[in-house]
């Protein structure tokens, strides 16, 4: 399985192991106190702006008025992009829903929830969608008849809060799935819901398996001493890297999306860069999807949830590859774009702000139409199975500056 | 949200936690020679299949005979059940590839596929079906055009050793998906692949994590003293009760499949159930979908790969619910059965052979058609978010003869 006609000689890239390092372990938390301390400010941050939200509505009705809640609108003309904030972000245009003889219903579903989501903060429990809809049918005549209603509402409230910066999660709405799998460098702290009580957990201790990350990852804080993060499209290409320790030689953090990453482990990844100020490299297959699908919503978010992309997206991202002058300097196995490949790639090019606003991901881009194939991360084994961990990440890691942004 | 009409009192049914109990842990295997000697037999007994088979073509063609590999037929036509063996198992019929100028390139390409796997069973390595498509790229007039012609060279090979007893993972093709997440009284031993030291994974030290299961089990061993393995079919069940620790309360391993388990997380369940003589109990929505797809598949296998199910299933699962009968019980909140529902049930009444030998699955069945609804886990929610771990759960656990077989 050795690489037989590897595209260029095997050079002596690799890092030294970080057993030899000395470094201190970067983390913003020190002991259980503090962990306990920032999770209460950002319940009590939460509970504030529901109650403040309530009691609005209150005065309102006190002093005879119709009382209104005000939701941003959730959708892509209005949604906000710069370079320097490094993420799509919610406008200004706001819908608002007055309490009348017709709308009596949604508010009073709205404010229910809002009223639930207290309670969830104040006995640190929470909900998933499915929970929320179903908990509903006890509450008489605001109880939702279909879970789409419920969702809707839930979805309004977190925009509602995310203006504040609060996120759906602390308000205790957690989704349905969990994250994906970690292993590396890296301590998770993880306080104990009814004693506080901290748990390590050591996820260079995984074996072949690793981290699961849970639903939600607010309560977590991490310590850390490595040098980056490794996000990986594919699950075969993380148990790879897993099992050969790659996060050892290489002192980094291995993260497995498993397609699209979902809410938990783009929070996950995006809490970590924040407050470990650990670089994220992406390593994706290199086609439409995983540029655009993948690596974009990863990075600054998604169009639909620009509400979401200020706790959800990892500005700190930068893309390792496959890129397509990869297919060429590895010569990699390809297989032909689709119409439907190059409809996406086209429609980054013209309307996508985050591609717009990147001279050298149009190049890129470009060049792969131009191509008109597409690579799999999994294409490297052509040179061996080993040659992504011997040779091709090594090299790559030697010039991260070369990364598209 | 405490449960406010719940349709029964609230019994005392929780068990002692498990901190009382002083049972020696159940494991088969107590240290790391042990394992060790487990594995190398294995990985002999694989090799020696592989040359074997590799040898039988070389005599005959030093004979000057035409060799031939003979596969089992992978179909539904070619399937026995009995409730005695306790899953699908593959029948006798063959099909006999004969080596002729028509299909010398795919004799030689299944030849040089079980010379990968020998080469990865010698250097304790892997290959993803990816991998191995694309690895096949430098084997010159035997590389693959497609990776559905190697996947299917491979599923010839999986079924040429199951029969005897060689699964696809002890040759060394893994899945490209990991497995479920599992938390709980259990303790994974995994030996390092290049050191051969043991890495003891805790499974109660994860927080509100868990433990990822890697894409291949089987050099995993295993101590407990837990009482049973509940199988959960939805991320945010399992976050609930892994978050409340009912794993403490209850003395039992959980693991969530996220829908429909994956070849590793059935193969993990199956092994842990084997080896620590384990009751499995599965907890999934009540439908013909989560009774048939979901829970039949893990128990029994399915009909097109049933020369898997002698690895992967899990004939020792019981079916702990939601039953029919509970949506009476409970009193659940439903939805109408769809078209794709009723013909799923009728199916399964009139076609499967694991519910027509069982009258009881075949009442239930009936009795779900005749509601004309579904009901999913969650729906419990409805008396509470934690009804379940405080009143549902320890009341079915109570009464674990009568679940459905």
Redesign the interface.
Known sequence: ?AA??SPAPKKKTRKKTSTGRKAPRKSIVRDAREVKRRNEALDKLAVKKIVGAARDVHDHILKRKKPDLEFPVRSLRNVQYSKKQGYFSIGKQKKVRTLTVNTVKGFAQTLRMMG?SK??IE?N????K??AY??S??WEDARFDEQSESDSVMDDIEALFSVDGVSREQLRF?????GG?VAGQLL?L????DTGEI?R?DCT????????????VE??SFETDADFVLVIE???V???L???KFWQSSNCILV?M?GVPTRATRRFVRKLSDECALPVYAFVDCDPYGISNIYRTLKVGSGNAAHLSQFFCVPQARYLGVTPQDILDYEL?THPLQDVDIKRAKDALKNDPFFREHAEWQKAIRQLLKMGVRA?Q?????????YVIEEYLPRKLAQTTRFLP
């Not at 957690?174 to 969990?178: A, F, G, N, Y």
């Open positions: 399985m037989r006609r639930l309670e969830m006995t429990d929470f909900a998933t499915r929970d179903y908990q049918k006890n957690v989704p349905d799935e969990h799998a998770v993880d306080p104990d819901r748990e957990i201790r995984f074996g072949s398996g690793a981290y699961s990350i849970p639903s939600t309560h977590l594919t699950g075969g993380f148990q790879r897993q099992s050969h497995s498993a196995p799999e999994q294409a490297l084994a052509k040179w061996g199975l080993n």
